[in-house]
């Protein structure tokens, strides 16, 4: 699970954190005081890091972060001194951190080829998880993780949070009527969601990855091998790392890796598929790099019971409604055809309530809204979606035994082997 450094140290608390239940730091302490408050630390210390979800997060205190390049480990400590946390504890190795007892979260801020593997060795050292989209580089990741989260009681949180409050990209309303359209089936059922650009998706188009690129040498203040860890070894570019490592497969899907979580999950909470996957995918794609992430025209996913979500990549659907059924029909800012709609949302029932403070999931060791469940359910929609680009072509999914039905070819891409000595 870790390279050859601190390889020891780490198995031996890794393996006694396995032989009882783990206490979080909080609970040891009184929560009294502001100094007993839930500390936590940032893993990746790069542009998302600095967010209100992260740096700005004041429900719980800051007390360290890391990140390979040590030009952002002195900017880190710098933001951290002006957002009022003090003098915190930096590093460039997040082993250092995972061993420290005065950590009780980890946000996780690291490309997604770090998500999977970070996630799995912070629940084995007690840390409770907050990491970033997507859940996990590859389904196989994802699994690893839910695993690990569950053997460890952590609690995990992924931070995507359109399922419960805010307005869904470029839609001009939230998730919550069309939860309460959905679930009383004023749609009929099955159901189709169409994302394109009507509803935000083209937000960040043009994650592509440059092929053919010249080496160059690396800067003496990034360690390379260690921002590379479980990935392939490929020479060094400035292109492939930092704001532009989502243009290339080894550590990110493009367009769909950077923001599709974002758009997916709340259609698999609103179409009521948190505990199954699709089990066919379609694409039209031009051929993709085997290095470089290029486009998609259209993918489609199309569950057992015949719902199918269809995103629009080149535009083509501009007039398609986001959701349809037999029933009627719902464009963005709840435009709709169902008769006396906007009185019907307010005679029906709220949605369930849903565990929305993750400090409060922590303390109370409540399983948050957005999980390594829910959240691994909707990364697999992702990533089925990345493997359909790779090969140029559809497939079938088995989502119980979580692999491809007779397809080897996809296989391999949900279950990549890591870089030596790094393994899951």
């Known amino acids: 699970m870790t390279s050859p450094l601190h390889r020891r140290d780490f198995l031996k608390r890794a393996g006694a954190l ?53 030009t952002h480990v002195q900017e880190g400590i710098l933001q951290a001194e002006k957002n009022g946390y003090g003098k915190i504890f930096a590093c460039r190795d997040f082993r250092e951190i995972l061993a420290r007892d005065d950590v009780d979260i980890v946000h996780i801020c690291t490309p997604p ?20 989209k997507p859940m996990t580089r590859t389904i196989g990741e994802g699994r690893r993780v839910m695993e690990a989260v569950k053997a460890n009681g952590r609690v995990f949180r992924l931070n995507t949070w359109f399922r419960f409050q805010g307005g869904l990209y470029g839609f001009g309303a939230e998730a919550k ?18 994302v394109g ?21 690396v800067p003496e203040t990034f360690d390379y091998d260690l921002w590379l860890g479980p990935a392939p070894y490929k020479p060094y570019h400035r292109h492939r790392t930092h704001g532009s490592f989502r243009g290339y497969w080894d550590y990110d899907g493009g367009d769909l890796g950077d923001m599709g979580q974002h758009y997916l999950d709340p259609v698999q909470y609103l179409m009521e598929k948190d505990d199954t996957s699709p089990v066919k995918v379609e694409i039209d794609c031009p051929p993709q790099h085997s290095d470089a992430v290029g486009s998609f025209r259209r993918i489609t996913y199309t569950y057992a019971d015949g719902c199918q979500i269809i995103l629009d990549g080149d535009n083509s659907l501009q007039n398609a409604p986001y959701l349809e059924g037999p029933k009627g ?28 403070d993750f400090a409060e999931s922590v303390r109370l060791r409540r399983t948050f809204a957005l999980n390594e469940r829910n959240g691994f359910r909707s990364a697999t929609i992702v990533n089925l979606g990345i493997t359909a680009m790779r090969l140029g072509r559809g497939f079938e999914f088995d989502p119980v035994k979580l692999c491809a039905v007779n397809d080897p070819a996809a296989d391999k891409f949900f279950y990549q082997p890591m870089r030596a000595p790094w393994v899951m």
């Open 113 to 132: 080829h770090w998500h999977g593997l970070m996630s799995v060795m912070a629940a084995q050292a007690g840390k409770d998880i907050w990491c970033e």
């Open 177 to 194: 009527p069309l939860k309460k359209i959905m679930g009383n089936r004023l749609l009929g059922w099955p159901v189709k969601a169409v």
């Open 329 to 356: 029909k719902v464009w963005p800012k709840l435009k709709s055809d169902i008769p006396n709609l906007s009185t019907l949302l307010t005679e029906l029932p709220d949605p369930a309530p849903q565990q929305t």
């Open 18 to 70: 396995a032989a009882f239940t783990i206490i979080p730091a909080h609970v040891l302490r009184s929560e009294t005081a502001p100094s007993n408050q839930l500390t936590r630390a940032i893993l990746g210390f790069g542009n998302i890091a600095h967010s209100q979800n992260h740096l700005g997060n004041k429900a719980t205190r800051l007390v360290a972060l890391c990140d390979p390049d040590a």
């Open 197 to 217: 650009k009507v509803t935000g998706f083209t937000f960040k188009v043009g994650w592509h990855g440059m092929v053919n690129v010249t080496p160059q040498p």
